[in-house]
């Protein structure tokens, strides 16, 4: 789905993916293998988020201890284990 995006919400969603880099980065976790789960649910924390990008917390508590251990990707879809990449 790709939507007209006006000045603000491009540098905002740049914000976003430059956070969630970040994470993959500094975890054990990695993108989906579906670029168009990354894109959506980039996208949709962009346009629900009220707060700078440096206090966001993803990925979040439950997806760390039970989601993703469990399923191998976080109920967004956006962070997901090795195992569940391959």
């Known amino acids: 789905m790709y939507m007209k995006m006006d000045e603000q919400f491009k540098k905002?969603?740049?914000?976003?993916?430059k956070f969630v880099n970040k994470v993959y980065e500094k975890t054990n976790l990695f993108p989906n293998?579906?670029?168009?789960?990354n894109e959506t649910t980039a996208e949709g924390k962009t346009k629900e988020e009220k707060i700078k990008a440096d206090n966001r917390v993803c990925p979040c508590k439950p997806a760390l201890e039970i989601e993703i251990p469990e399923d191998g990707v976080c109920h967004c879809g956006i962070f997901c284990s090795k195992e569940y990449v391959e």
């Not at 293998?33 to 789960?37: G, K, L, Q, R, S």
């Open 12 to 17: 905002e969603l740049a914000k976003t993916n």
């Open 33 to 37: 293998p579906d670029p168009m789960i």
